[in-house]
């Protein structure tokens, strides 16, 4: 456009949609390159948690104690993962583009006010999107509302924006007990049966409660988190 090749009309949206595992791991590099340019992009994140397309098996994304079919439960690792799942939002943050936020389906109004306040942002923009995955966490697919609707209130997935890198939470979650939400899925079973995991169990709401606190510090800095 700029060199007269094509019309000014030609100047299309951009939307790029990918699965946690590409964006996670595998298109990080060509990514961050991207971002890097500023080029005019939005990018969508289908994250349900693993390499769905293929087989369940473990991808950055996957959370710690979950299930998957390269992360089972055994005698050597009862918990199942063992990694924490990577803070994509941080990493591409890190990279200042004008607007980043997470999303669910779950919270649709949510969704919509952020995809019109991205609209005035040019340059590269990312939706995280939670993927409540039936078929890869074990579930009948009547409770993904449930499940979509407990991951943010238990806290697990928080529901932000960031403007210039200025990081707002646009929904304060009760706090739920995370149990609440990893009874409903199969791929936490081993948690809770036969016997209860209540390190792993301790472990994964401290995670959250540690990031909360972390916000509520920010707040009062006046760090805007």
């Known amino acids: 456009i700029a060199k007269g090749r094509l019309p000014k009309e030609e100047d299309v949206k951009v939307v790029v949609l990918g699965g946690d595992g590409s964006t996670y791991d595998m298109a990080l590099s060509s990514t961050s390159g991207a971002i890097t340019r500023k080029l005019d992009f939005y990018y969508v994140c289908y994250d349900n ?38 803070d994509i939002f941080e990493i591409w943050r890190a990279h200042k583009p004008p607007y980043m936020a997470t999303v669910s389906p779950r919270f649709p109004l949510d969704l919509e006010e952020k995809f019109a306040r991205a609209a005035a942002y040019p340059g590269p923009k990312l939706f995280l999107a939670f993927a409540a995955c039936p078929t890869g ?77 972390q916000v509520e510090k920010a707040e009062k800095i006046g760090l805007g988190r």
């Open 49 to 86: 948690e693993a390499y769905g397309n293929t087989g369940v098996q473990l991808s950055p994304a996957t959370p710690y104690g979950a299930r998957t079919s390269t992360s089972p439960c055994a005698a050597q690792h009862p918990s199942g993962t063992m990694q924490e799942k990577k």
């Open 137 to 213: 966490w074990l579930f009948d697919p009547a409770h993904t509302p449930d499940v979509a609707r407990l991951a943010v209130e238990c806290g697990i997935w928080p529901l932000k924006e960031a403007i210039n890198g200025a990081v707002v939470h646009t929904h304060r979650p009760k706090l739920q007990p995370v149990e609440d939400y990893l009874k409903l899925q199969g791929r936490f079973r081993h948690l809770f049966e036969p016997t209860v995991q209540t390190d792993v169990i301790a472990h994964i709401q401290g995670r959250v409660n540690a990031y909360w606190e």
